[in-house]
């Protein structure tokens, strides 16, 4: 019953920076460990980056430096914020709450990197 929505997405030159937001809606936000996932095309979705339930990160190597991954229970929201970015880095970025034997995906926001 959590429902995730991204947004933020867009076209961005290389280089720049962008700040994805996730919002989820329900109860026990908190509880969840949230994290960040992008897919390119003919590519598999990968991992970049999550955050625990006590605020510790983990990023996928090739983001590390470049994106840092924060939430605010308050607000139900966790964000990724995107800087250096490059073409590799085109993607759609989903978000993702898990919770035990529990996970819920959002629909995903298009970043596209680009001179």
């Known amino acids: 019953q959590v429902q995730l929505v991204e947004s933020g997405g867009g076209l961005v030159q290389p280089g720049g920076s962008l700040r994805l937001s996730c919002a989820a809606s329900?109860?026990?936000?908190?509880?969840?460990?949230m994290s960040w996932y992008r897919q390119a095309p003919g590519k598999q979705r990968e991992l970049v980056a999550a955050?625990?339930?006590?605020?510790?990160?983990t990023y996928v190597d090739s983001v590390k430096g470049r994106f840092t991954i924060s939430r605010d229970n308050a607000k139900n929201t966790v964000y990724l914020d995107m800087n250096s970015l490059k073409p590799e880095d085109t993607a759609v970025y989903y978000c993702k709450a898990q919770w035990s034997a529990y996970a819920y995906w959002g629909q995903g926001t298009q970043v596209t990197v680009s001179s």
């Open positions: 329900g109860s026990g936000f908190s509880m969840y460990t």
């Open positions: 955050i625990g339930r006590g605020g510790r990160t």
